[in-house]
């Protein structure tokens, strides 16, 4: 996650975004309208063919994620804000709308997703390496 002037940039791999968001997080009834709608969301950033996402308003996602993240559902998350915004006065909190608050959970599942498969590609990683440290011994045969 970078954090550049006022915007988060997310670097999310090829297959999180094909196989997590594009296979697990479509909605099957629109499915065509929704793989165009998120596709926008992420756009490639290098010849490898890794993915970026920019989020623009970070104080929306953040609250919006938070949001969810305690329980309110994505059609009260924009409600909430609505609501936080009249309360606080805070011009920031623009424009928040359930499309929006959908593609910020997206977002997050991604990045999520790209940290866990890099916990368990380390993990493995060390698993070999504390087995060939042992000298090959496997704990089912002793």
């Known amino acids: 996650m970078d954090l550049e002037g006022g915007h ?3 670097s999310i791999d090829t297959q999180v975004i094909e196989v997590v968001i594009g296979e697990m997080l479509w909605d099957p009834r629109g499915r065509k309208n929704s793989h165009k709608k998120c596709d ?12 970026a996402v920019t989020i ?3 104080t929306e996602y953040r609250l ?3 949001h969810v993240g305690i329980g309110i559902n994505m059609k009260q998350t924009p409600l909430a ?4 915004k009249e309360v606080t006065n805070v011009s920031k909190l623009t424009g928040m709308i359930q499309a929006k ?3 910020f959970v997206r977002v997050q599942c991604a990045a999520n997703s790209k940290t866990i498969a890099n916990v368990l590609r380390l993990i493995w990683a ?3 390496g504390l087995k060939h440290l ?6 089912q045969t002793t």
């Open 8 to 10: 988060i940039t997310y």
């Open 40 to 51: 926008a969301q992420f756009y490639s950033e290098d010849p490898l063919g890794d993915y």
């Open 56 to 58: 623009k308003t970070p």
């Open 64 to 66: 919006a994620i938070k």
């Open 81 to 84: 804000i609505q609501a936080a």
């Open 101 to 103: 608050a959908i593609a």
């Open 126 to 128: 060390f698993s070999i």
């Open 134 to 139: 042992c000298g090959g011994v496997d704990s």
